[in-house]
T-cell receptor, first 115, second 115 residues
Framework: DSGVTQTPKHLITATGQRVTLRCSPR?????VYWYQQSLDQGLQFLIQ???????AKGNILERFSAQQFPDLHSELNLSSLELGDSALYFC??????????????FGPGTRLTVL | AQTVTQSQPEMSVQEAETVTLSCTYD???????LFWYKQPPSRQMILVIR??????QNATENRFSVNFQKAAKSFSLKISDSQLGDAAMYFC????????????FGTGTSLTVIP
């Protein structure tokens, strides 16, 4: 158990809908990353937040957005869903206050299926 | 942007034998961190081993060791005495110190362990 939690575990929805994925980082970690992993693909970096502020942006579609709240949990919002958005979405955290920022710990992922 | 290349999409090894997974990366930074992650069929991302670029000594974690060649920008993973539980997708990752904490992942190598 990495200490990173993600909800829900599974999500099935229809095209055109909007969903929200939630991530709670390890206790004390300031940084949250979101990744998308399509079937048999590598990890695509979407976005990173550090202590509430956006730090880096990767291949994130305009239909997707994220935020990190004062309690450091993060949400990834996916809207106008398409079939191709079906994937495993990972959250990872790192950078504990005063600790080693150089390791990243992954949550179990949310499997999104768009029908 | 930094790139991480894993040129072996698939590898196989006999149980109890040794296998080496390759990874190369491209960077202009002198200080950075390298990682190998394992993703078993459960899809959980598990940190296997990490290497700091400033350390000349290769990292070792039980049966897992790396061959870090900084000049060649090469970072291979050696798995000794392979076990059935080692069967997984393995991802190489890079994190620089001047890239805003972003992690860059390779496309992965699928390892099969043959009994």
């Amino acid at each position: 158990d990495s200490g990173v939690t993600q909800t829900p575990k599974h999500l099935i929805t229809a095209t055109g809908q909007r969903v929200t994925l939630r991530c709670s980082p390890r206790s004390g970690d300031l940084s949250v990353y979101w990744y998308q992993q399509s079937l048999d693909q590598g990890l695509q970096f979407l976005i990173q937040y550090y202590n509430g502020e956006e730090r880096a942006k990767g291949n994130i579609l305009e239909r997707f957005s994220a935020q990190q709240f004062p309690d450091l949990h993060s949400e990834l919002n996916l809207s106008s869903l398409e079939l191709g958005d079906s994937a495993l979405y990972f959250c990872a955290s790192s950078a504990p206050r005063g600790g080693d920022p150089n390791e990243q710990f992954f949550g179990p992922g949310t499997r999104l299926t768009v029908l | 942007a930094q790139t991480v290349t894993q040129s072996q999409p698939e590898m196989s090894v006999q149980e109890a034998e040794t296998v080496t997974l390759s990874c190369t990366y491209d960077t202009s930074e002198s200080d950075y961190y390298l990682f190998w992650y394992k993703q078993p069929p459960s899809r959980q991302m598990i940190l296997v081993i990490r290497q700091e670029a400033y350390k000349q000594q290769n990292a070792t974690e039980n049966r897992f060791s790396v061959n870090f060649q900084k000049a060649a920008k090469s970072f291979s993973l050696k798995i000794s005495d392979s076990q059935l539980g080692d069967a997984a997708m393995y991802f190489c990752a890079y994190r620089g110190t001047n890239t805003g904490n972003q992690f860059y992942f390779g496309t992965g190598t699928s390892l099969t362990v043959i009994p």
